[in-house]
């Protein structure tokens, strides 16, 4: 949706339709304040989701294609239903510690699930007749799964649940695939195999930060950090380089990064916001942020010539709600408003989106 450039930050406000008779895809009128000014303008009510009281989707319905979906939720929170405009329609069902038991598709596909005393899946069958089971150890982790078309798995443990072995063959034809891990005294990986084909060694200071890491086919890459244990330098035999300075609180500052012959320089400010970018392709980004550390601004450009702007708008909650983009070269604008609704419990109700009319 591109319309001429309105320069100004406005406040939006509903007249003449109540929210209860607006339905997506209506036109609008809405009344803003801008420059001091009292304007109107007609929008679109592009887009609704909503929501309920536990955060999850239940609606959706958009202006642009006209697609539409809906989904319903147990007591627990778990998915039972979708369905969407298209026709598609989904089933589920859960045991009583909420594992998915069955779940089933308008287009015919379903699938059944068992569990053990744990949670621990250990039995799937498929509408396709495909079947597969699971055993755990005492602890709960995956040493065997196989599938009734010869597929087997094989997992071994160490003694602290760590994967040190796995071997994966399909009988449906003589190849197999065997992994090994080994870690040090701290759980940190410090080996890997993958049949005779490629291994991969990784070393680590005191503090616990992997400082290099080597692999068979010939790559090496090498990390440094400070006494806080922040990232100040990375390297790697692909040419990549990177580099980070901070400031005395452990704040990042600036950085830097180099591949391929591309380069770019990143400066921050003092809560670690971004606010300025340049690549050795001469182009940049400048940022500015609310007391939230929400962004408002961005400007870019290239050889220093100003190319486009974003403005945006958030509530007192932090969701958006206006957004607007001013292309220079072809002095046009996107706008979008934004409006929520919420529960009792501060989770977010309805969320409104409205678009110019072109």
């Known amino acids: 949706m591109k319309l001429k450039v309105c320069i100004a930050f406005v406040a939006a406000v509903f007249v003449a339709v109540p929210l209860c008779a607006q339905e997506v895809g209506d036109k609008i009128q809405k009344e803003f304040t801008v420059n001091g000014e009292k304007v109107t303008r007609m ?3 592009a887009l609704l989701v909503e929501y309920n009281s536990n955060g999850n989707e239940t609606h959706y319905k958009t202006s642009d294609s006209g697609f539409e979906k809906w989904n319903e939720y147990d007591s627990n929170g778990n998915r039972i239903h979708y369905k969407d405009s298209y026709g598609n329609e989904v089933w589920w069902e859960y045991d009583s510690k909420g594992n998915e038991i069955h779940w089933k598709s308008s287009n015919g596909y379903e699938e059944w ?6 949670g621990k899946r250990i039995y799937i069958k498929t509408s396709s007749g495909d079947e597969t089971w699971y055993e755990y150890d005492a602890n709960g982790n995956l040493i065997y799964g196989k599938s009734n078309s010869g597929y087997e798995i094989w997992r071994e443990y160490d003694a602290n649940s760590r994967k040190i072995y796995s071997r994966e063959i399909h009988f449906k034809n003589s190849h197999g695939s065997e992994e090994w891990w080994k870690y040090d005294s701290n759980g940190r990986m410090t080996y890997y195999k993958i049949n005779d084909t490629y291994e991969e ?3 680590y200071d005191s503090q616990g930060n992997m400082i290099h890491k080597k692999k068979s086919n010939g790559y090496e890459e090498w990390t440094d950090y400070d006494l806080n244990g922040n990232k100040i330098h990375y390297k790697d035999t692909d040419g990549c380089e990177k580099s980070w300075e901070y400031s005395s609180n452990g704040i990042i500052m ?7 012959g591309y380069e770019k320089w990143s400066d921050y400010d003092s809560k670690g916001n971004m606010i300025y970018l340049k690549d050795s392709n001469n182009v940049e980004y400048c940022y500015k942020y609310n007391s939230n ?7 870019t ?9 974003m403005w945006c ?3 007192s909650n932090g969701n958006l709600i206006y957004l607007k983009i001013y292309d220079v070269d072809s002095d046009e604008t996107d706008e979008v408003w934004c409006e929520f609704t919420y529960w009792e419990n501060g989770v977010v109700k309805t969320e409104r989106e409205f678009i110019p009319v072109e």
């Not at 600036?254 to 391929?260: G, L, N, P, V």
């Open 43 to 45: 929008l679109e009510y």
């Open 113 to 118: 699930r068992e569990y053990n005393l744990n």
């Open 201 to 203: 060694w990784c070393d």
């Open 254 to 260: 600036k950085s830097y990064e180099k591949s391929d």
């Open 293 to 299: 550390g929400l962004a408002v601004f961005q400007e």
């Open 301 to 309: 450009k290239f050889f220093s010539k100003t190319v486009s702007e």
């Open 313 to 315: 708008e958030y509530d």
